[in-house]
Each structure stands twice: as structure tokens, then as C-alpha cells.
């Protein structure tokens, strides 16, 4: 069965810091897609990043990178020099439901917090 | 402007009156599907539709009615409210293709409903 975890529930750091917020994903398929979703507090969900499973090329943009690696069924994602604009909650997700309506199974979701 | 739309955006409502949530979309999607979102939880699928008359249940359907009359259109109806209802719900759109091509979900702003 597919499931994500994210087993941060909470994260709080000073602005600056560098902060790692970790992705664990299970699936039977092999072709499968991940995600990174942020929500900052107005509630909105922010789409940040999709890999596919043949991609396991770390991918880096500005400030956030992420470390897809398959042989630990991780995918995890960094924020360096973290900004209070950072705050928010962050979802990973997983779909298998490819060529169709593409179904997200999220994670818990893991509530950063960037102090001044 | 291509978008999905939500409304209400907020609700209050008390246990077993009758609500309706719209969800609207302009980009001629055959998938719709309806999350809800909770502390822990993170998002759930509550119901999808792959096209208009077709519709389904996804992880957590009790409680909850859907229609699909029109492509455009996706309500979700609670027909008797209760307080373990209270969430926030998100409707989402994307194209339905076959092949393994990625359908790229575009989520709604969400609706946070409250039942007293």
C-alpha cells in the first residue's frame, strides 16, 4: 500500500539556519511521483517541486533543494538560510495514479517554524 | 486566468443542517477530486470524479455526497453535518490522459468548515 511519512511534526529554527524536513515514502509501483507542497498560513497549498521515480537527480532552486533517493525510499528537502517567509507547513505526496486523474497520497505534514 | 474556484471559503454551520461546497474549474479538466485536511492527517481524498455522470469514492467518503453534472462543476455535499467534519476541504482539478505522462494537479484555495 502506498503512504508517506513525514515524521517531523514540528520544526523550529532561527532565521539563517539551515533546516532539512525528511520524506519517507512506500509504493509497490515502480513508476511513481513525488512532491513538495508548502502552506503557508493563509492556508493555500503552493506546489514547490515533482520528481519522477527515473529521476533521482538532486534538484536545487535558489534557496530549496531536494535529495530523492530510492535506494531509502526518501525524499527529502532542504531550506538553506531559512527566511521567516519560510514558516509554514509543508506536504510531501506521492502518486502512482499516472495517465489518469493523478491522486495524491500526503503526508502529515511537517510545521516549520523561522524564528527573527 | 486558469483557476479553481471554491465557495464558501469559510463556514460555521451547526450539526445536521444541510451544506453545499461549489468547486469550479476553467481549464475543461475531466478529473475533479475533493481532500480534506487535518492536524496529523494530513490531505485525504474524500471523493474524485473522472468525468461528468462518473463518479467515486476515494479514502474517507462517509458523510459526504458529490455530483458531477456538469465538467465544470464538482459540489460537495454534506447532507447532515457533524463536529468530526470540521476541516479544511480542497477541491482539484487535472486533465485525464492515458499514457504515463503526469496530470498536473491545480488545487482550489480551500473552504474551512466549522460545525457546531
Known amino acids: 500500500a502506498q503512504k508517506v511519512t513525514q515524521a517531523q511534526t514540528e520544526i523550529s529554527v532561527v532565521e539563517k539556519e539551515d533546516v532539512t524536513l525528511d520524506c519517507v515514502y512506500e509504493?509497490?509501483?515502480?513508476?511513481?511521483?513525488l512532491f513538495w507542497y508548502k502552506q503557508p498560513p493563509s492556508g493555500e497549498l503552493v506546489f514547490l517541486i515533482r520528481?519522477?521515480?527515473?529521476?533521482?537527480q538532486n534538484e536545487i532552486s535558489g534557496r530549496y533543494s531536494w535529495n530523492f533517493q530510492k535506494s531509502t525510499s526518501s525524499f527529502n528537502f532542504t531550506i538553506t538560510a531559512s527566511q521567516v517567509v519560510d514558516s509554514a507547513v509543508y506536504f510531501c505526496?506521492?502518486?502512482?495514479?499516472?495517465?489518469?486523474?493523478?491522486?495524491?497520497?500526503f503526508g502529515q505534514g511537517t510545521e516549520l517554524s523561522v524564528k527573527p | 486566468e486558469a483557476q479553481v474556484t471554491q465557495n464558501p471559503r469559510y463556514l460555521i454551520t451547526v450539526t445536521g443542517k444541510k451544506l453545499t461546497v461549489t468547486c469550479s474549474q476553467n481549464?475543461?479538466?475531466?478529473?475533479m477530486s475533493w481532500y480534506r485536511q487535518d492536524p496529523g492527517l494530513g490531505l485525504r481524498q474524500i471523493y474524485y470524479?473522472?468525468?461528468?455522470?462518473?463518479?467515486d469514492k476515494g479514502d474517507v467518503p462517509e458523510g459526504y455526497k458529490v455530483s458531477r453534472k456538469e465538467k465544470r462543476n464538482f459540489p460537495l455535499i454534506l447532507e447532515s453535518p457533524s463536529p468530526n467534519q470540521t476541516s479544511l476541504y480542497f477541491c482539484?482539478?487535472?486533465?485525464?490522459?492515458?499514457?504515463?505522462?503526469?496530470?498536473?494537479?491545480?488545487f482550489g484555495p480551500g473552504t474551512r468548515l466549522t460545525v457546531l
Open positions: 482539484a482539478s487535472s486533465p485525464w490522459t492515458s499514457g504515463l505522462d503526469y496530470n498536473e494537479q491545480f
Open positions: 520528481r519522477n521515480s527515473f529521476d533521482e
Open positions: 505526496a506521492l502518486s502512482e495514479d499516472l495517465g489518469q486523474g493523478g491522486k495524491l497520497i
Open positions: 509504493t509497490r509501483d515502480t513508476t511513481y511521483y
Open positions: 470524479s473522472m468525468n461528468v455522470e462518473v463518479t
Open positions: 481549464m475543461n479538466h475531466e478529473y
